[in-house]
Nanobody, 115 residues
Framework: QAQLVESGGGLVQPGGSLRLSCVVS????????MHWYRQAPGRQRELVAS???????YYAQSVKGRFTISRDNARKTLYLQMDGLEPEDTAIYYC?????????WGQGTQVTVTA
């Protein structure tokens, strides 16, 4: 059974950077499309970025130009480089294994952006 474990969250000032990681075990990594989602207090979980295996990445408009999703297939690790962080980016960030399924989620890592 797939296990996804996120790390790298923390407390950062506006304009700062963080790099999230998601290590996958108990599952193949290729050819799954991998995703980063986030959920802020009182809001629905939303898609932040996606990266298929061997295709171009997708970004939500709110993070385009600031966040970069990448994957290391040999290490079975998904990354999210977050630069220019804003208070609105405060949320729990989750990685998800997507197509071709079945879906699998990590437990999340907290990102807090505050002065």
């Amino acid at each position: 059974q797939a296990q996804l474990v996120e790390s790298g969250g923390g407390l950062v000032q506006p304009g700062g950077s963080l790099r999230l990681s998601c290590v996958v075990s108990g599952s193949h990594f290729i050819p799954y499309t991998m995703h980063w989602y986030r959920q802020a207090p009182g809001r629905q979980r939303e898609l932040v970025a996606s990266i298929p295996s061997g295709e171009d990445a997708y970004y939500a408009q709110s993070v385009k130009g600031r966040f970069t999703i990448s994957r290391d297939n040999a290490r079975k690790t998904l990354y999210l480089q977050m630069d220019g962080l804003e208070p609105e980016d405060t949320a729990i960030y989750y990685c998800k294994r997507g197509w071709p399924g079945p879906e699998a989620w990590g437990q999340g890592t907290q990102v807090t952006v505050t002065a």
